[in-house]
């Protein structure tokens, strides 16, 4: 009898602890998270690079030898510093040549003028004359002609003296092209040509780019903005720019310009967005340096102490059409809210988001706890009213 109260036992003790261990049927295990007030950032994302908000290229204008490089890449230059000279002995030739032809062009107008008052003279005389009849009258078509070619030689000389003055000017300009001086003050960020090298001016060609100059105490980052997002970019909103080369550190800026045609435009047939090219000013250029790779995020919405969940916390579900017929419904946002050991669908309206969270504007209340994983359950086994066990 002892023995069989005891197995009695043992069969009673193995089915409690089956009944205990065996799966609840229609239970789902959730993770939850609470409803929060936050404050919600929409950004735009794009990469980048650095640039100098202001950069000279320096070209001559003028071919030659370069005797004179004063400054070496990496250093400071002051505005008005001679950055480049170019071997002046031909401009300097070409420039007393046109001296001398203007001076030469000056007497001969001169010498001009004298002849015309000497004709204007003799035909007053032979005029004077010619009223007395005291001489023919070829005398003083001859005295009128003189006096008429004197004029015109002196006029023609006085085009040649203007012409010659415009040379020695234009003489003067080259010349002093040959030496250059910078027109911002900078650092030399990139030296193409040495001392010794003959280099093309741009008066005839392209020309030789002999140096760079940037004010790098005034840098921008020049980001790439697809078409669809274009429309949420308005200069003076804020970004934040980070870079492999500082980690989690990220720097602010404010976006500047906004490009009014898109960059060049993909192939046809590819799927590649058009992009936009969107400049932010760097507010602390820090250790940033012309080139590198940066991801900028351009605030584009804020709200403060707004009610916010999980971003994954909204789920799409179908339902139930005001005012439809029987079984009419469409596919709305819902979040699940634990109310004791079961999950209760609400519908909500959504504002903006961000990386992690989503604004609720309307549909729950602060400090009501939502399910906020697993992927599984949110995106399809949760249901109005279903048992919830919470994720240890």
Request: hydrophobic share 45%; net charge positive.
């Amino acid at each position: 009898m002892k023995k069989l109260l005891i197995a009695a036992g043992l069969l009673v003790a193995v089915a409690v602890a089956l009944f205990l261990r065996r799966p609840i049927e229609n239970q789902v295990t959730v993770e939850t998270d609470k409803v929060k007030r936050r404050t919600i950032v929409e950004a735009v994302t794009a990469t980048g690079r650095i640039h100098p908000a202001m950069q000279v290229k320096i070209s001559p204008e003028v071919s030659g030898e370069i005797i004179e490089l004063p400054f070496k890449e990496g250093q400071p230059v002051r505005k008005g510093a001679l950055v480049l000279r170019i071997k002046p002995d031909a401009y300097l030739a070409a420039r007393n040549s046109s001296e001398a032809a203007q001076r030469s062009a000056e007497a001969n107008w001169a010498l001009t003028q004298a002849n015309q008052s000497k004709a204007e003279l003799e035909f007053g005389r032979v005029k004077g004359m010619f009223k007395d009849r005291l001489v023919s009258e070829a005398a003083y078509v001859e005295a009128a002609t003189g006096r008429d070619v004197a004029a015109a030689q002196s006029s023609i000389a006085k085009h040649q003296a203007d012409m010659a003055k415009s040379a020695l000017v234009r003489a003067e300009e080259e010349l002093t092209r040959a030496t250059i001086f910078s027109p911002i003050d900078g650092t030399l960020v990139r030296l193409n040509s040495q001392v010794g090298e003959r280099i093309v001016g741009t008066a005839t060609m392209a020309g030789t780019e002999v140096m760079t100059i940037a004010d790098l105490s005034r840098m921008e980052a020049r980001v790439d903005i697809a078409e669809m997002d274009l429309g949420a970019i308005r200069a003076g909103q804020t970004a934040w720019l980070g870079s492999e080369s500082f980690k989690e550190q990220r720097f602010p800026g404010v976006v500047t310009e906004i490009a009014s045609i898109a960059k060049d435009a993909p192939a046809s047939g590819t799927t590649e967005a058009v992009k936009f090219e969107v400049r932010i000013r760097l507010r602390e250029p820090g250790s940033f340096r012309p080139g590198m790779t940066v991801t900028a995020q351009i605030e584009t919405q804020r709200r403060e102490n707004v009610l916010s969940v999980p971003i994954q916390s909204v789920a799409a579900r179908p339902l139930r059409v005001a005012g439809g017929g029987a079984g009419e419904s469409r596919l709305g946002e819902v979040v699940f809210v634990v109310a004791g050991d079961k999950a209760r669908m609400k519908p909500v309206k959504r504002g903006i988001s961000e990386e992690r969270f989503t604004e609720i504007i309307e549909g729950v209340a602060e400090g009501e706890t939502v399910v906020s994983g697993g992927y599984k359950a949110l995106s399809r086994d949760l249901q109005d009213g279903l048992r919830v066990r919470l994720q240890p």
